[in-house]
C-alpha cells in the first residue's frame, strides 16, 4: 500500500529548461511534506519543504507546489543544471521522526 | 557538526547470519532514525530511537532491532538474516523527534547471499 507515490521513475530534460517532478499521496491527514535529492553513493539530502497551510514555497531554482484537493505535490527547478541530475524524493510525515517516501524519479539534465 | 557518519559501507552476509550496522548521529542530535531502501525503491522507515528508548515502528519484525547511546551513536539489528534484507540501510539524525531538519548517513549496502 504505496501511500505516497512517484509515478515517473525518471525524467530528462535539456539543461536551462525547467524540470517538473510530481508525487501524489493518498492520506489527507498528512499535513508536510519534504524533497530529497539523491546521488549516487550519498545519502539522500534535504532539499525544499512544504506545510499544507501553504499551497507555493520557493527557494531559489526551486519551488514546491502543493494542491490539497489532489493530494499531489510538485517540485519546479528552474532553470535545470547538469548538476541537478540525480534521484529525487518526495516523502510526507505522518508522525514525528517517520519519513514516508515516494519512489523516487531519476531526473537526467542535458548540456 | 560533523555529519551522520555509518560503518561499514558495504558489507556481505549468509542467509541465516546476524549483522550490526552503525551510525554516528551529528553531535546534538538526540533522535536517529532508520531506513531500509531496497534497489529502485524509496526508504522505508523501520524505526526511530529518541533518547536511548525506540520511539516509533514501522512494518518491520522484531528480528530487526536497534540500540542509541548517550554518546549520539546507534546501531541497527537484524537477526537471522533473509535474502530479502538485502537493501541499503541509511540512518538519519535530528535535534528531537519533532525537527523535520533530518540529516541522512550514506548508508550500508548490505548484501545477503
Known amino acids: 500500500d504505496q501511500q505516497v507515490k512517484q509515478n515517473s521513475p525518471s525524467l530528462s530534460v535539456q539543461e536551462g529548461r525547467i524540470s517538473i517532478l510530481n508525487c501524489d499521496y493518498t492520506?489527507?491527514?498528512?499535513?508536510?511534506f519534504l524533497w530529497y535529492k539523491k546521488y549516487p553513493a550519498e545519502g539522500p539530502t534535504f532539499l525544499i519543504s512544504?506545510?499544507?497551510?501553504?499551497d507555493k514555497n520557493e527557494d531559489g531554482r526551486f519551488t514546491v507546489f502543493l494542491n490539497k484537493s489532489a493530494k499531489h505535490l510538485s517540485l519546479h527547478i528552474v532553470p535545470s543544471q547538469p548538476g541537478d541530475s540525480a534521484v529525487y524524493f518526495c516523502?510526507?510525515?505522518?508522525?514525528?521522526?517517520?519519513?514516508?517516501f515516494g519512489q523516487g524519479t531519476t531526473l537526467q539534465v542535458k548540456p | 557538526e560533523t555529519g551522520v557518519t555509518q560503518s561499514p559501507t558495504h558489507l556481505i552476509k549468509t542467509r541465516g547470519q546476524q549483522v550490526t550496522l552503525r551510525c554516528s548521529s551529528q553531535?546534538?542530535?538526540?533522535?536517529v532514525s532508520w531506513y531500509q531502501q531496497a534497489l529502485g525503491q524509496g526508504p522505508q522507515f523501520i524505526f526511530q530511537?529518541?533518547?536511548?528508548?525506540?520511539?516509533g515502528r514501522g512494518n518491520f519484525p522484531p528480528r530487526f532491532s536497534g540500540l542509541q547511546f548517550p554518546n549520539y551513536s546507534s546501531e541497527l539489528n537484524v537477526n537471522a538474516l533473509e535474502l530479502d534484507d538485502s537493501a541499503l540501510y541509511l540512518c538519519?539524525?535530528?535535534?528531537?523527534?519533532?525537527?523535520?531538519?533530518?540529516?541522512f548517513g550514506s548508508g550500508t549496502r548490505l548484501t545477503v547471499v
Open positions: 538519519a539524525s535530528s535535534y528531537d523527534r519533532v525537527n523535520y531538519g533530518y540529516t
Open positions: 492520506n489527507s491527514m498528512f499535513d508536510y
Open positions: 512544504i506545510s499544507s497551510i501553504k
Open positions: 516523502a510526507a510525515i505522518p508522525s514525528p521522526g517517520k519519513l514516508i
Open positions: 553531535s546534538g542530535h538526540n533522535t
Open positions: 530511537y529518541y533518547r536511548e528508548e525506540e520511539n
